[in-house]
């Protein structure tokens, strides 16, 4: 079933996007683990769990058998490294296994490998930004994600972590609208966006707010690890697609 709102954006095409959050993360496992914050690890960039990288390749699976693999013309990633590794795992070129996403090698031969489609990394679809995580620095990236363009981002060091306080709900809504205008000037006609559970939520929200979307309640809800959330945008109108993807 579709929902269908006018939104008023400047947008000469069709435009589906894919809202995707990363699989689960060993941060994720430690708040299962523990409910008392300071008995768990902390990480300034976790990676995938065991259950974050089976996520991976059930919806790979799912997708490829779906034909929505094929049709996905651009990938925009968080440049964080769950961000990244739930990138290149469903969406980049077929790996052996997850112990050759996130360290540049495959066949264990450390080579260029290509994009299909092109996954391009952008910190304005990052977490919420709070003191503690960070990202690694961009020299780094490259080296363990040698199918992502890291072009978009311009200093080689994380600055964005450095905040005294956790980012409010408005300023991470204000930077998913300014993102989804970023994405409806583009040439793509269908994007995937992986990215994190506070900020695509906020930025559904804001859409509806903001453009008075009627966007049903249960699709403005947390995101599970790996589901996926669709939108399909026209020139006047923002249509909220089945969600025939989720993976809880």
């Known amino acids: 079933m579709e929902t269908t709102a006018t939104a008023p954006y400047h947008s000469n095409q069709k435009l589906v996007i894919h809202l995707v959050r990363h699989a689960h993360g060993l941060h994720n496992l430690e708040s299962e683990r523990h409910r008392d914050p300071l008995k768990r690890i902390q990480y300034a960039d976790p990676e995938l769990s065991p259950l974050g990288w089976q996520q991976v390749r059930e919806q790979r699976k799912d997708l490829s058998a779906s034909g929505l693999l094929e049709r996905i013309e ?45 996954i391009i990394a952008s910190e304005l679809c990052r977490e919420r930004l709070s003191k503690g995580r960070s990202r690694g620095t961009i020299s780094q990236c490259r080296s363990r994600f040698p199918q992502v363009d890291f072009s978009l981002i311009e200093r080689e060091d994380d600055i964005l972590w450095e905040a005294d306080e956790r980012e409010s709900n408005e300023s991470v809504a204000a930077k998913g609208i300014k993102f989804i205008k970023w994405l ?65």
């Open 74 to 118: 651009l990938v925009v990633t968080s440049p964080l490294t769950r961000t990244l590794q739930t990138s290149v795992g469903i969406f980049g070129s077929p790996l052996k296994d997850e112990k050759t996403v996130g360290n540049g090698y495959q066949n264990g031969i450390k080579t260029p490998i290509f994009n299909h489609p092109p």
């Open 184 to 248: 409806l000037a583009r040439k793509e006609k269908e994007i995937a966006v992986v990215s994190h559970g506070v900020f695509l939520q906020q930025t559904l929200i804001a859409l509806k707010n903001e453009f008075d979307a009627s966007i049903e309640k249960e699709f403005l809800t947390p995101f599970g690890n790996c589901e996926i959330r669709s939108l399909k945008f026209f020139r006047e109108s923002v249509v909220r697609l089945g969600q025939d993807y989720k993976k809880n």
